[in-house]
């Protein structure tokens, strides 16, 4: 059960206040009484009155003036006052205790009836306005602490009636300021995007809703994405009279958004390049085994051939797998490095005999420096001599033929820098930032198909970071070389002297044999040397009068002086965009009849169609099976 309200009847006249009591006591009310306004004024302080019946005339402070402590008062100002007069009962008389901050006036005598109909009204009238009250409050304190930001515009004027604290946070902006130029929400909107903004604005009455994704200008030039929400607010008639907006942050979601989708671009081209690489040793396989059933003059030759690049690029494709297997393994945490004292001149002489054949087979100078002391670090020899090695095969690798390697160990203090140096391709500014990410590889000239599959720097990187040390790399810019920098720390180090690193060493590749009696004539034209060699081999074993080339400059040479029916042609070359040598070749006036046939590790339709705009007639993807390399060589 509810306790009854309890109102105060403040008068001096015992009569009058004994009537008035009785009355409102016969309503159901709680009354209590007090004959003056000091009085008064310490029972309301007390906090339990809802209203206070309230005479004008009273014999210590006037009536006008209790009620005006009474409103002036933050903890009383919402406590109704109902003011009586048996004597000030003129129309100036209400006027002024109105004005006094009264919620009514009555002039006496006042009817039992007309007395509780006028408290009730005050009283549902103090209901309803706590009840707003409370709703105000709520609602201020939700917008007040949500992290978007909550606005509320008039319709059809648009202005601003309330904004949340939330803002100044997502605009970077005070709420004051908004509030004195209430359009400077709009300018801070990313050029760009105003004019989108701006026609919603402006089709506020017609189309009072829309869900918008734009970018914020900050003070300090900084860039942040809102999603912007307008909603109707309509009145009994269901008309339009406001609109409420809730503007979020988005920022991290875009930013989100912009990794997955470069995370994506990143598996596409990491699949495309997996499959070429895959394809690369799986042609010359292909026609290896082929050759193993030749037969003939020179046959046990070209067996024994065939049955060392397959052996070769079986080795290759074991390598491919288990830079795979090892980035598994580091990233799920089952890697564990055998920990022991490595002297690092047995680790560079053994990633110098790893990468030996691939820098021998591309004719570089290579030339190592080392300090006389032996340096020994901690670690595990394997992985060290596999992240050097790697190193060694990208710098041979990403380096013209004939070029230049440098290996150069420095001791500074407590930490040994190897730097591995070359003259190759070199790498652009805004990629070194990211040449260590999984999967990622540096742009390269067009005239050339990336090689590898992107995971061999991150795997180095992450190996070294177990050792305590890191990997850093450095580049003047496209085709000036690039140097890669391992930092470890040191354990130990010796003066005695050492033998010498090993020699610089170079080699020329081998160059394919050829057959006669061809039906028709080819010309081979492939930077692979195994998969030209096997394919030749095989054409010629066919029939076909074959000739090979690794060089893309001699095809024109070769090409007039040979007559071939046929090219066959690998799209990534060094020195020379594959297409357009394509294109070239079909505009010479001797030449351009000669059938163009590409043999590539790309074979998307993407390829196809490009390879078809170039000019060629056929498109083989690597390893080609026999019956299409057939129908492409014969049209």
């Not at 001096?12 to 009355?23: E, M, V, W």
């Not at 701006?198 to 829309?210: E, I, N, S, V």
């Not at 930013?255 to 997996?274: I, P, Q, V, Y």
């Not at 043999?599 to 390829?607: F, L, V």
Request: one cysteine or more; hydrophobic letters at 45%.
């Amino acid at each position: 059960m509810t306790n009854p309200t309890l109102i105060l009847n403040v008068d001096d006249n015992d009569g009058a206040r004994y009537a008035k009591t009785r009355i409102l006591q016969s309503a159901g009310f709680s009354v209590v009484e007090a004959t003056n306004g000091t009085d008064a004024l310490a029972i309301v302080k007390r906090g339990e009155v809802a209203l206070v019946l309230l005479d004008v005339k009273l014999p210590d402070i006037n009536g006008i003036e209790v009620c005006r402590r009474i409103k002036a008062d933050p903890d009383s100002a919402l406590v109704l006052v109902l003011q009586t007069s048996a004597a000030l009962t003129g129309r100036a008389d209400k006027i002024r205790g109105l004005e006094g901050g009264a919620d009514n006036y009555l002039a006496a005598p006042i009817e039992a009836d007309e007395l509780v109909a006028n408290v009730n009204a005050l009283l549902r009238m103090r209901q309803t306005q706590s009840a707003l009250r409370d709703s105000e409050e709520r609602f201020r304190q939700l917008t007040d602490n949500v992290e978007d930001v909550f606005w509320m515009f008039s319709v059809p004027t648009r202005a601003l009636e309330y904004v949340s604290p939330a803002y100044a946070a997502i605009w970077g902006r005070s709420v004051d300021s908004l509030e004195r130029e209430p359009d400077s929400w709009l300018d801070a909107v990313h050029p760009e995007d105003r004019a989108d903004i701006d026609a919603l604005w402006g089709a506020l009455q017609r189309t009072p809703h829309y869900d918008a994704e734009f970018r914020v200008m900050m003070p300090d030039g900084g860039v942040r994405w809102v999603r912007d929400r307008l909603f109707p607010v309509r009145d009994r008639r269901d008309e339009v009279y406001r609109v409420a907006r809730v503007t979020s942050d988005i920022t991290r979601r875009k930013e989100m958004e912009a990794l997955l989708r470069a995370a994506d671009s990143n598996k596409n081209e990491f699949l495309a390049t997996l499959a070429h690489e895959l394809r690369n040793p799986l042609s010359p396989i292909r026609n290896a085994a082929a050759l193993l059933g030749a037969s003939g003059p020179g046959a046990i030759e070209r067996q024994a051939r065939a049955r060392e690049v397959i052996t070769r690029q079986v080795d290759h494709l074991a390598h491919l797998v288990d830079d795979l297997l090892d980035v598994a393994r580091i990233s799920e945490g089952k890697i564990a490095l055998r920990q022991e004292a490595v002297d690092l001149k047995g680790v560079i002489a053994q990633a110098i005999e790893t990468a030996g054949p691939l820098i021998a087979a591309r004719e570089h100078q290579l030339e190592v420096r080392e300090p006389q002391q032996d340096i020994w670090v901690s670690g595990d020899p394997v992985r060290l001599a596999q992240s050097m090695g790697n190193l060694l095969h990208n710098a041979a690798k990403f380096t013209p033929k004939g070029g230049r390697i440098e290996v150069e160990v420095m001791l500074a203090d407590d930490v040994v820098r190897i730097a591995v140096q070359d003259n190759g391709i070199g790498i652009a500014e805004d990629n070194l930032s990211r040449i260590f990410g999984m999967f990622t590889q540096a742009a390269v000239p067009p005239d050339r198909a990336p090689e590898g599959l992107g995971i061999g720097l991150s795997l180095v990187s992450r190996l070294l970071e177990m050792h305590g040390g890191r990997l850093s790399a450095t580049s003047p810019g496209i085709g000036l070389g690039s140097t890669f920098t391992v930092e470890l720390p040191v354990l130990r180090t010796a003066a005695e002297p050492q033998a010498p690193a090993p020699a610089a060493s170079s080699a020329a590749a081998e160059e394919a044999a050829g057959g006669a009696g061809a039906k028709r004539r080819v010309l081979l034209v492939d930077d692979n040397i195994d998969a030209m060699e096997m394919m030749a081999f095989l054409l010629t074993e066919m029939g076909y009068d074959t000739a090979t080339t690794a060089d893309a400059s001699r095809i024109v040479e070769m090409a007039t002086a040979r007559r071939p029916d046929v090219i066959v042609l690998d799209i990534g070359l060094p020195g020379v965009d594959g297409y357009e040598l394509a294109r070239m070749l079909k505009r010479h006036p001797q030449l351009g009849t000669i059938r163009l046939v590409a043999h590539t590790g790309y074979g998307s339709p993407e390829d196809r169609r490009k390879a078809q705009e170039a000019g060629f007639d056929a498109h083989l993807v690597k390893p080609a099976e026999l019956a299409d390399l057939e129908k492409a060589l014969q049209g």
